[in-house]
Every structure is written in structure tokens, then in C-alpha cells.
């Protein structure tokens, strides 16, 4: 079974700080792992996604990930937040080649103080 | 640009009424579409799985007779709200998978927010 959990539902950062969203996950297969971003009344957006490829991923408005194995984590970085980065995060992992069921964290809300 | 539409972005109707959300997706085909709802500050909870040509599949303690799934062709899901109550105001969202044969990502739509008075 997947299951995804992220540490930290609220997050705060100075504009221009380093940002930093923890995920991790379980899986009993290889995992396909997404972050996503919601912005208020919206859907969710990809941010980047990890294919069993790079084990370094780089996505949308600067962010990336870095696939752990070892510590089963896929956290979310940005090196300096911008007031456009306030929004909520999700973390995902799919069981992609059985259904493509997406199982989501509890998300992060990121504040960014000016 | 979008690649899944939902309609409507907001609804308010009265208690006991019934309501419809449509789920398109654009430019391709999706035989399986989800629905998610979100309270405030929550994650999103996966209420259904829409297939195309058969029956939904429903997560454990969804009404299926509140919650009526019809994935009547190829890019439309609906999702329609049967005698509507207050605690059925949330924030619905769907989505459709694209791209088997690679891992396939999840595209969401703009979402719905139901208010229901």
C-alpha cells in the first residue's frame, strides 16, 4: 500500500530564504512521486514529478525534489522564496500500472513573510 | 493551458436540491476520472473513481446514491449532488490521468465549490 506523509502543515519563510517541504512516502513498489501546488479556490498544479529517472528533479518556479531511497523521502526545495510561492503543497505517490490511484499527504501551507 | 475543465467554479443552492459538476477533459481521452473533496485546510479526499462505459467506484463510506458518477463519453465525468444538505458544501475537484505508457500524471481541474444553504 502507498502512503504519503508530510511533516509540517504550516511552513514560514522570509522572502528569499531557503524553502524546504518534507515528504515521505511508503510504497511496496517503485514509487512515482508528485508535488503538487494549490493556490486559494484552485486546483492543484504539478509542480515536478519523479519517474525512476534522475533521482534529482527539477520543476516549475524554481522548485525541485531529490528521491531518497534510503531515507524514503522526496522533499521540496526552493532556494529562495518569492511572495508568489504562499500557497498550499501536496505531496503525492501513485501506483502507477494499477490503477494510476493517487494517494495524497495532508499538504503544507507556506507562508512567505516580506 | 487547462487540460481539464471542470463547470461550474461556484454554486449555491438550496437544501434539498440536486446539483451537477462536469469534468471535461481537453485534447485527449480519459476512460478514468477521479473525484476528489476538499474541506478548508485539508487534503483531498478521493470520494470516486469515473470509468468510462461502466459503473463508478466508490471509496469506502461515499453514498453512491448521494453522489451520482455518470462518465457518459470519453471526455465528460459528471458528478451530481443528489438532495443537497449543508455538510455536502465542500470543494470538489476531479481529475484525469494522461499518458499510459509513461507514468501517467494527474491533471486537475479548476475545482468546484458547492455552498448550500
Redo the contacts between chains.
Keep these: 500500500a502507498q502512503s504519503v506523509t508530510q511533516l509540517g502543515s504550516h511552513v514560514s519563510v522570509s522572502e528569499g530564504a531557503l524553502v524546504l517541504l518534507r515528504c515521505n512516502y511508503s510504497s511496496s513498489v517503485p514509487p512515482?512521486l508528485?508535488w503538487?501546488v494549490q493556490y486559494p479556490?484552485?486546483?492543484?498544479?504539478?509542480l515536478l514529478?519523479y519517474?525512476?529517472a534522475a533521482t534529482l528533479v527539477k520543476g516549475i518556479n524554481g522548485f525541485e525534489a531529490e528521491f531518497k531511497k534510503s531515507e524514503t523521502s522526496f522533499h521540496l526545495t526552493k532556494p529562495s522564496a518569492h511572495m508568489s510561492d504562499a500557497a498550499e503543497y501536496?505531496c503525492?505517490v501513485?501506483d502507477?500500472g494499477t490503477?494510476?490511484?493517487?494517494y495524497?499527504?495532508?499538504?503544507t501551507?507556506l507562508t512567505v513573510i516580506p | 493551458g487547462a487540460v481539464v475543465s471542470q463547470h461550474p467554479s461556484w454554486v449555491i443552492c438550496k437544501s434539498g436540491t440536486s446539483v451537477k459538476i462536469e469534468c471535461r477533459s481537453l485534447d485527449f481521452q480519459a476512460t478514468t476520472m477521479f473525484w476528489y473533496r476538499q474541506f478548508p485546510k485539508q487534503s483531498l479526499m478521493l470520494m470516486a473513481t469515473s470509468n468510462e462505459g461502466s459503473k463508478a467506484t466508490y471509496e469506502q463510506g461515499v453514498e453512491k446514491d448521494k453522489f451520482l458518477i455518470n462518465h457518459a463519453s470519453l471526455t465528460l465525468s459528471t458528478l451530481t449532488v443528489t438532495s443537497a444538505h449543508p455538510e455536502d458544501s465542500s470543494f470538489y475537484i476531479c481529475s484525469a490521468p494522461m499518458g499510459r505508457g509513461q507514468a501517467g500524471e494527474l491533471f486537475f481541474g479548476e475545482g468546484s465549490r458547492l455552498t448550500v444553504l
Excluded at chain 1, 479556490?41 to 504539478?46: A, M, P, V
Excluded at chain 1, 490503477?99 to 493517487?102: A, D, H, L
Excluded at chain 1, 495524497?104 to 499538504?107: K, L, S, V
Aim: glycine letters at 16%.
Design positions: 512515482y508528485f503538487y479556490n484552485q486546483g492543484l498544479q504539478l514529478k519517474t525512476s501536496f503525492a501513485s502507477y490503477g494510476n490511484q493517487f495524497f499527504g495532508t499538504g501551507s
